[in-house]
């Protein structure tokens, strides 16, 4: 530890110690104790702390959110102190559809039945995906989606009305969250793990290799 | 004793209702907090929220513990935050700073309301990642290398974000609180 990096550790973390990497915290308070210097720069780093504490408190979660969210949890109930769950149509959130303006939902009706028919004549027509489509439009995992059709989801795959064309990646089997991708989070890189199954759908519903 | 977040994503991929319902009280606040700060939007961060614990309740039954259970659930959340700012975009994420509402309340009639005010459109203008480094580190509580872990970059990177950050808002929130900057 030296005064430099100490200076760096007050830059990029603040002024609480409790905040600094904690293999370097020992060593950075003691050197702080003994530079006049170094608490002067403590004592600016400390105020814009508490202006970040100032800022508006995050909000809390609402009933309703908890609900929805629990409504669509799995359903064994072990221990059963709290009601039983309503009816999964009762607390579901607005359609991706009905959330949409007019003209959005004028333009994805014209291109849902196609859309629909194609996927489902690919699929019939495809030996191995029997189970389930699955569609992503980048490589992150949290924007893996579970299709099963027929559905307003499929729609939720084109709802950019841009009329172009979207990439989507078509699985036999969603992977797994946590498999041994080497990543240490594992989610996979879909582009690498699935790039021999990338599809790219039209906006006329017509599903390319 | 109170279980793990790993015992009780164990227990929701049994479809263990009481599990859910306590996984959800647990973390559900954090989650939106961290989306509300990270997209400037109440309602969105509670669609987030949602989408995140669906995920949950999707694979659950088949999660393998290779990350803490919070480091996971961050790291969805920021993905589906980070699509959504891309949406606004209409293009690739990068270091631009959030467009600046034009008319920002008045800088002269600081009180100590509007402060917390003040400081809240501070970070909504600050680029994005310089935003979700401070929001992880300072509000989420989130340790270095596991906010760097949650931002797919390395402690070096997360520590250069996060000094970027702190130097933007230095300098922006000096005009208007000087004196809580020790710059009067």
Not at chain 1, 69 to 88: F, H, K, N, Q
Not at chain 1, 134 to 145: D, F, G, I, P, Y
Not at chain 2, 44 to 52: C, F, H, I, L
Request: hydrophobic content about 45%.
């Amino acid at each position: 530890m030296n005064a430099r990096r100490l200076a760096e550790l007050l830059d990029v973390y603040g002024a609480d110690p409790q905040r600094w990497p904690e293999d370097e915290r020992a060593a950075a308070e003691t050197l702080l104790a003994t530079s006049p210097e170094l608490r002067a720069r403590a004592e600016t780093a400390a105020s814009l702390d508490a202006l970040l504490d100032a800022a508006p408190a995050a909000p809390a979660p609402s009933a309703a959110l908890r609900d929805r969210i629990l409504a669509s949890a799995p359903r064994v109930d072990t221990a059963g102190p709290e009601p039983a769950a309503a009816p999964r149509h009762a607390n579901v959130r607005p359609s991706t559809v009905s959330r949409l303006e007019p003209r959005r939902r004028r333009w994805l009706a014209a291109v849902a039945l196609p859309l629909a028919a194609a996927l489902l004549l690919w699929l019939t027509r495809s030996p191995a995906p029997q189970t389930q489509l699955a569609a992503v439009r980048s490589t992150n995992l949290a924007k893996l989606e579970e299709i099963e059709l027929p559905t307003d989801d499929l729609l939720a795959l084109n709802d950019d009305d841009t009329g172009q064309s979207i990439s989507a990646y078509v699985l036999d089997e969603m992977p797994d969250i946590g498999c041994a991708d080497g990543t240490g989070l594992g989610c996979p890189d879909l582009d690498e793990l699935f790039d021999a199954q990338s599809r790219t759908i039209t906006p006329s519903g017509r599903i390319t290799a | 004793m109170e279980d793990s977040d790993e015992a009780l994503m164990v227990r929701v991929g049994r479809g263990d209702a009481a599990a859910c319902r306590i996984l959800v009280d647990r973390h559900l606040g954090r989650l939106v907090a961290f989306a509300a700060r990270t997209l400037g939007d109440r309602g969105e961060a509670d669609d987030v929220a949602q989408d995140v614990f669906e995920r949950v309740w999707k694979h659950a039954a088949r999660w393998e513990p290779r990350a803490k259970v919070t480091t996971w659930l961050h790291r969805v959340a920021l993905n589906l935050c980070l699509d959504r700012l891309a949406k606004r975009r209409e293009g690739p994420l990068d270091d631009a700073p959030e467009p600046v509402d034009p008319t920002p309340s008045a800088v002269d009639r600081l009180h100590s309301d509007d402060v917390g005010r003040h400081v809240h459109e501070a970070l909504m203008t600050l680029p994005p990642k310089q935003r979700i480094a401070i929001t992880l580190c300072h509000y989420q509580g989130l340790g270095q290398r596991e906010a760097a872990e949650v931002m797919e970059t390395s402690v070096e990177a997360l520590e250069s974000l996060l000094a970027r950050g702190r130097r933007a808002l230095k300098v922006q929130l000096a005009s208007v609180a000087p004196a809580l900057l020790g710059d009067a």
